[in-house]
């Protein structure tokens, strides 16, 4: 069954910290993986897309990973923001149609 | 560009009721795509589109129509509205699929029936 599991269910942090977000997934035939972010109560933004051959992609402070070897993602975060405090969503892309199938999302707090 | 506009934002029906939400882009994507999201849960896909005129199911299709007449629109029916249809649900467009298919989501229609 196409699935994606993220880890921790949610995190709280203080601002100015480093934080990593886990993603695992077992979809097949796999396409790419993806991460939103959700502020609360606002629609997902999409931070990175990565294909199988793409290791690590960067947006600003945000850095994902993917192994896709052992079907692993994660999101890391550098030097934390309040505005980071959101839910961050992870997507794999792939089966038989293309389909995406989103994780439950990792919430996030940032407190200063 | 406004991206993805969704109306209404928030909307109570009674049970038995029927209601339109909408949702229209101006990016000209072809793709678009209505989601649900229940608390603690991660989206699932209600309908899609893959241009006017042709729409398709997704995983939880049951109690929803929907129509793509343009480019633009993609409006989603519900019909006999119930209980398990409160949730927060989403528009979404994309220039493609694959890795170059970056989802652009309207703001959401929180959705509740008493």
């Known amino acids: 069954k196409n699935q994606v599991e993220q880890s921790p269910q949610s995190l709280i942090i203080l601002e100015g910290k480093n934080c990593t977000l886990q993603?695992?997934?077992?979809?097949?035939?796999?396409?790419?993986l993806r991460w939103y972010k959700q502020d609360t109560g606002r629609g997902p933004v999409s931070l990175t897309i990565?294909?199988?051959?793409?290791n690590t992609k960067s947006n600003g402070r945000y850095t994902a990973t993917l192994d896709a070897d052992t079907k692993q993602s994660s999101l890391h975060i550098t030097a934390s923001q309040l505005s980071d405090s959101a839910s961050y969503i992870c997507?794999?892309?792939?089966?038989?149609?293309?389909?995406?199938?989103f994780g439950k999302g990792t919430k996030l707090s940032v407190k200063p | 560009n406004a991206g993805v506009t969704q109306t209404p934002k928030f909307r109570i029906l009674k049970i038995g009721q029927s209601m339109t939400l909408q949702c229209t882009q101006d990016?000209?994507?072809?793709?678009m795509y209505w989601y649900r999201q229940d608390p603690g849960m991660g989206l699932k896909l209600i309908y899609y589109?893959?241009?006017?005129?042709?729409?398709d199911k997704g995983e939880v299709p049951n109690g929803y129509n929907v129509s793509r007449s343009t480019t633009e629109d993609f409006p989603l029916r519900l019909e006999l509205a119930a209980p398990s249809q409160t949730s927060v649900y989403f528009c979404?467009?994309?220039?493609?699929?694959?890795?170059?298919?970056?989802?652009?989501f309207g703001e959401g229609s929180r959705l509740t029936v008493l």
């Open positions: 979404a467009s994309s220039y493609s699929v694959g890795e170059h298919g970056e989802l652009f």
């Open positions: 993603c695992n997934y077992t979809v097949s035939p796999f396409s790419n």
């Open positions: 990565m294909t199988f051959s793409e």
């Open positions: 997507v794999a892309t792939g089966g038989s149609q293309g389909n995406l199938i």
């Open positions: 990016m000209n994507h072809n793709y």
């Open positions: 589109s893959v241009g006017a005129g042709i729409t």
